[in-house]
């Protein structure tokens, strides 16, 4: 596509309910990024795919989040057991290649709020 | 750890101002920063990246400098319009993490027609 989409644009969830967020990368980019951003702040790494396997998971802050991207282009991350603390813009971004010379490109991020 | 932050936190100017905006960053082993804008409940658009042996880039009204050395990077945008507010923020890509950016919490610009 054009551009990294990502669905659903917005979210409300009930306190442990479970939640998937899905992006769709730009077509022909192999590398795929996932991060947080909370109100008032940057946005925080989450977990970074090289085609199908995660490459780097180190930001995932617990057990409760997962992501997968089984055929190396549409990625989902799941959420269980949601707590307010979830709520959160979750932004995917993807790039042509893994090299630092590649600009990284965002979607327009899903907004998760949690009650 | 690298950490990234902006000064102002917020700015409010007239149109047609110069500005600039300030990002610095606590470790220089970094293979690039990238300065991105953010509207209001959108995503982040790309503006400017610099590879780290570049001291600066430029695009339409926009330049962007890089000082690897001291850790800083700043974004000078010129005649500014009511159309540039936003929220823009800085990110570096550390040496140390590979793939990962680290970003400073944003500078909130207000440009007042």
């Known amino acids: 596509g054009a551009g990294v989409s990502q669905t659903p644009s917005n979210k409300v969830t009930e306190k442990g309910k479970y939640v998937e967020l899905r992006c769709d990368p730009i077509?022909?980019?192999?590398?795929l990024y996932w991060y947080r951003q909370s109100l008032g702040q940057g946005p925080e790494f989450l977990i970074y795919?090289?085609?199908?396997?995660?490459?780097?998971d180190s930001g995932l802050p617990n057990d409760r989040f997962f992501a997968v991207r089984p055929e190396g282009s549409v990625s989902t991350l799941k959420i269980q057991r949601t707590e307010r603390g979830d709520s959160a813009v979750y932004l995917c971004?993807?790039?042509?290649?893994?090299?630092?010379?590649?600009?990284?490109?965002f979607g327009e991020g899903s907004w998760l709020t949690v009650v | 750890k690298q950490e990234v932050t902006q000064i102002p936190a917020a700015l409010s100017v007239p149109e047609g101002e110069n500005l600039v905006l300030n990002c610095s960053f606590t470790d220089s082993a970094i293979y690039n920063l990238q300065w991105f804008r953010q509207d209001p409940g959108k995503g982040l658009t790309s503006l400017l990246l610099i590879q780290s042996s570049q001291r600066e880039q430029t695009s339409g009204r926009l330049n962007a400098s890089l000082d690897k050395s001291s850790g800083r990077s700043t974004l000078y945008i010129a005649a500014s319009q009511p159309g540039d507010s936003a929220t823009y923020l800085c990110?570096?890509?550390?040496?140390?993490?590979?793939?990962?950016?680290?970003f400073g919490a944003g500078t909130i610009l207000r440009v007042k027609s």
């Open positions: 795919f090289q085609g199908t396997g995660a490459a780097d």
């Open positions: 990110a570096v890509r550390p040496m140390e993490y590979g793939n990962k950016l680290v």
């Open positions: 971004a993807s790039s042509l290649g893994a090299g630092p010379g590649n600009t990284i490109y």
């Open positions: 077509s022909g980019h192999t590398a």
